[in-house]
C-alpha cells in the first residue's frame, strides 16, 4: 500500500484507492462516484486535462472501486491477484489489493506490445460484434486459451487511441474480421444492443445498457494536454511501440521512455 507508479514522466501513482493519482502532467487525479462520463457500472472517469474526477464534492475516496482499466496512456492501473504486469515501459505494476481489477465480464486487456493481461475467466477481450480488438502490434487480444467467447458483449467503450481510432473523413477502418469502422461524420459504429457509437463531435457513446456514455463536458475527448482528438490523418499519435495514431495537433506524442508529450 505503500509503493509508488511511476508514469512516462515520472510522476509517481501511489498505490492507495483513497489517494490522488498524478497524470503525466504532474496534476492529481481525485477518485469519483458520480457526474459525467461514466462507464457502464457507472464509475467516472476524468478528462485527460489533469482535472478531478469530477463529484459534486470533489472527495478524494471513491465508494465503489472502478470495474474497468483506464486507458493504458493515461493512467496505467493493474490487474490480477498478487501478481506484476508490464507497463508499457517494460515496468511491473502490482495492484494493491490482491484482488482482480479486471473488466466488468472478466475480459483481458493486453499491453501495447502483444502480451496478455491475463483474468479470472480466460475469454477474450472481444467487442459486442464478436470481433477481437487488435493491439497495436496487430495481433488479437490473447487469452490463456487462444478462443474467444463473443457471446458475452463488452461493457465498456474501447480505448480510444488504442482500440478504436476513426481517422478522416470517409476513411473506413476495418475490424478484425475485415468489416469495416465507419468513418467519423455521419455514419455510426453499431454494437449488438442497437446503440451507436457516434462520431468524435461531442455527441455521446450509448453503451450496451442502453444509457449514455457522455464525455468531460460534452466535447471532444481532450488529450493529456486538454486538446481534442479530431479525426486528423497527417499527424502522429506514437504509442509505446513506435506505431503512429492521429492527434489534433501537427506534431507527435513521442513514447513513453522518457521523451516529453510535446502538446
Known amino acids: 500500500m505503500t509503493e509508488d507508479y511511476r508514469n512516462s514522466m515520472g510522476e ?3 498505490k492507495s484507492m483513497c489517494e490522488e493519482y498524478p497524470n503525466t502532467t504532474g496534476e492529481d487525479y481525485t477518485n469519483t462516484t458520480s457526474e459525467d462520463y461514466t462507464n457502464s457500472m457507472g464509475e467516472d472517469y476524468p478528462n485527460s486535462r489533469g482535472e478531478d474526477y469530477p463529484n459534486s464534492s470533489g472527495e478524494d475516496c471513491p465508494s465503489v472501486r472502478v470495474k474497468t482499466i483506464p486507458n493504458v496512456w493515461e493512467k496505467t492501473i493493474t490487474t490480477g491477484t498478487s501478481e506484476d504486469y508490464p507497463n508499457i515501459m517494460g515496468e511491473d505494476y502490482s495492484n494493491s489489493m490482491d484482488e482482480d481489477y479486471s473488466e466488468s465480464t472478466g475480459e483481458d486487456y493486453p499491453n501495447t506490445t ?5 483474468n479470472t475467466t480466460g475469454k477474450d477481450y472481444t467487442n459486442s460484434m464478436g470481433e477481437d ?3 497495436s502490434m496487430g495481433e488479437n487480444y490473447p487469452n490463456s486459451s ?3 467467447d463473443p457471446s458475452v458483449p463488452v461493457k465498456t467503450i474501447p480505448t480510444v487511441w488504442e482500440k478504436t481510432i476513426t481517422t478522416g473523413r ?4 476495418p475490424k478484425s474480421t475485415s468489416e469495416d469502422y465507419p468513418n467519423s461524420t455521419d455514419e455510426d ?11 468524435s463531435t461531442g455527441e455521446d457513446y450509448p453503451h450496451s445498457t442502453g444509457e449514455q456514455y457522455p464525455k468531460s463536458m460534452g466535447e471532444d475527448y481532450p488529450n493529456i494536454m486538454g486538446e481534442e482528438y479530431p479525426n486528423s ?3 502522429d499519435y506514437t504509442n509505446s511501440t513506435g506505431e503512429d495514431y492521429p492527434n489534433s495537433p501537427v506534431a507527435d506524442y513521442p513514447n513513453s521512455v522518457g521523451e516529453d508529450y510535446p502538446n
Open 12 to 14: 509517481d501513482y501511489p
Open 133 to 135: 480488438y487488435p493491439n
Open 233 to 235: 490523418m497527417s499527424e
Open 189 to 199: 459504429y453499431p454494437k449488438s444492443p442497437g446503440e451507436d457509437y457516434p462520431n
Open 114 to 118: 502483444g502480451e496478455d493481461y491475463p
Open 146 to 148: 487462444v478462443e474467444d
Open 170 to 173: 470517409g476513411e473506413d477502418h
